[in-house]
């Protein structure tokens, strides 16, 4: 089983990954990671946190002359900022007095974890519950797009909208587009598009306000059958889902046409199914997104998130202090005008993640010459 889990809090020493169930043989280069970790914090409307951070993966352990060896892969990304954290984040007793934090943030952890786990300094969720923490999600994806890439299946995003302004593609964007995506401020294959999104995030800074979007992770050369039909909790589009959804500030997901497959008839939705020799069976649409009753089809995987406006604002909303039950505004802790582009990146890193998941529970081996092996004779099996 193929799995990772994170540690570490936003402002504390360290963020820690340590992904278990990778087959021995993988190559795994530091560099690549810490490309990844790079490309999380791009964006434009990216705040001031991105000016002190410049996220580097050490590997701790797993890895041997750059060759996985099976065993659990330790990573750990320092925290620039914690030497003004010190104090306030020490794991030990302190002599000096800290202030707690008692003013929850609207559309935050803040209050409902306070009165989950029946603490008084709302900082011992917020640090937590920080989107800090997927800095250690991009790099157990950047693993995961490591034994994807053995395969040929390549992960990719874009984005789509940013508040009111949506990108017009006339195609999807493919892996030899990322470096174009990756240039644009804004992380959009539409250069019109970009324009706007970027005057718009200029105007919301000076209104002190926040925005959100959508982004669509794209998943090329998925062979059909990742996933399951038998059992709930293998399907991959539910997977890919709660994967994204898990996201912060994410509040809706949907597999290709999503929600608008709901306003429309059968025979304007569902992918007819063709088939020729050599190539076997394909469609000439995909409005399934690639995954139809649970599993990939052979056609591009193709997961939307939509992100909500980031709830930490210049402007701040009205709250209640959980100390004296007085009206007061939420704290201002540092934060994004926007941050779609970079959640963009994150969500190739969960998506990459299942994918892999699902293809090492169907090919199965602890070494990636058997795997491989195995891949290489479904393959020809499907095919002909």
Not at 164 to 173: G, I, R, T, Y
Not at 268 to 294: P, V, W
Not at 316 to 321: A, G, I
Request: charged share 30%.
């Amino acid at each position: 089983m193929l799995r990772y889990v994170t540690a570490g809090e936003s402002h504390g020493p360290a963020l820690i990954a340590i992904v278990e169930g990778m087959p021995a043989g993988l190559k795994l280069d530091v560099d690549d990671l810490n490309k990844e970790l790079a490309r999380r914090q791009l964006g434009f409307g990216r705040g001031g946190r991105m000016k002190i951070e410049k996220d580097k993966a050490d590997i701790l352990s797993g890895v041997r002359f750059g060759i996985t060896l099976g065993s659990p892969i330790a990573l750990k990304i320092d925290n620039r900022d914690w030497e003004n954290w010190q104090v306030k984040m020490s794991a030990g007793e302190v002599s000096e007095e800290i202030e707690p934090v008692t003013q929850p943030r609207p559309g935050h952890a803040d209050l409902s974890g306070i009165l989950k786990t029946g603490q008084k300094d709302i900082r011992n969720i917020l640090e937590r519950s920080s989107a800090r923490e997927t800095a250690a999600r991009v790099a157990a994806g950047a693993v995961a797009k490591a034994l994807l890439r053995e395969f040929d299946i390549q992960i990719i995003s874009h984005v789509t909208s940013i508040g009111e302004v949506k990108a017009n593609l006339q195609k999807l964007p493919t892996p030899e587009d990322l470096a174009i995506i990756d240039e644009s401020p804004a992380r959009c294959f539409d250069p019109e598009a970009t324009k706007k999104m970027v005057e718009l995030i200029e105007q919301t800074k000076k209104d002190r306000d926040t925005v959100g979007g959508v982004f669509e992770v794209l998943a090329y050369g998925c062979p059909p059958g990742l996933g399951g039909y038998a059992f709930w909790e293998d399907k991959l589009d539910g997977n890919l889902a709660r994967a994204l959804m898990a996201i912060q500030a994410i509040k809706g997901v949907e597999i290709g046409e999503g929600f608008e497959a709901a306003y429309k008839p059968g025979s304007q939705m569902h992918d007819e199914i063709f088939y020729s020799k050599g190539k076997g069976y394909y469609r000439k649409t995909n409005r399934a997104g690639g995954i139809e009753g649970g599993m990939t089809n052979g056609e591009v995987v193709i997961a939307r998130a939509a992100m909500k406006p980031i709830p930490t604002l210049m402007q701040p909303l009205k709250t209640v202090d959980i100390d004296t039950k007085e009206p007061v505004e939420a704290i201002k802790e540092r934060s994004d005008i926007c941050a779609v582009p970079a959640a963009a990146v994150i969500g190739e890193a969960v998506v990459a993640f299942e994918i892999a998941r699902a293809l090492l529970n169907k090919f199965g081996g602890d070494a990636m010459d058997d795997i491989m092996a195995a891949y290489g004779h479904y393959l020809k099996r499907v095919r002909d």
